[in-house]
């Protein structure tokens, strides 16, 4: 059985099956970890809130500094690193920010 370092090795031409549904169905529960772990460009920017070329703009420019993996012309997102950038943007009550 086909192990996902070993697809994740394979480069570019594996790369296009690194979605959560595909992990899933080819590892069964072992891909689930990774699966749960990573998000493409379209799931992280859903998860975010904020539009694609949002995440596409970051990447080219690094204002915002999201950490991503790519694999020949998949970008992933670790699910963990946005739930820190996320938390990295908090403001609290009285902290400033936007008038509410």
């Known amino acids: 059985m086909t192990s996902v370092k070993c697809v994740i090795a394979q480069g570019a031409a594996a790369a296009k099956h690194l979605t959560p549904w595909y992990i899933r169905a080819k590892f069964g529960s072992g891909g689930d970890e990774m699966a749960q ?29 999201l950490p991503y993996l790519r694999i020949g012309r998949k970008v992933l ?7 820190n950038f996320l938390r990295s943007r908090r403001i609290a009550p009285g902290e400033g920010g936007a008038a509410s």
């Open 37 to 65: 772990r990573y998000l493409n460009t379209r799931e992280a920017a859903k998860y975010l809130g904020i539009s694609k070329q949002s995440l596409a703009n970051d990447r080219c420019e690094r204002r915002w500094g």
């Open 77 to 83: 997102y670790d699910i963990e690193e946005l739930d």
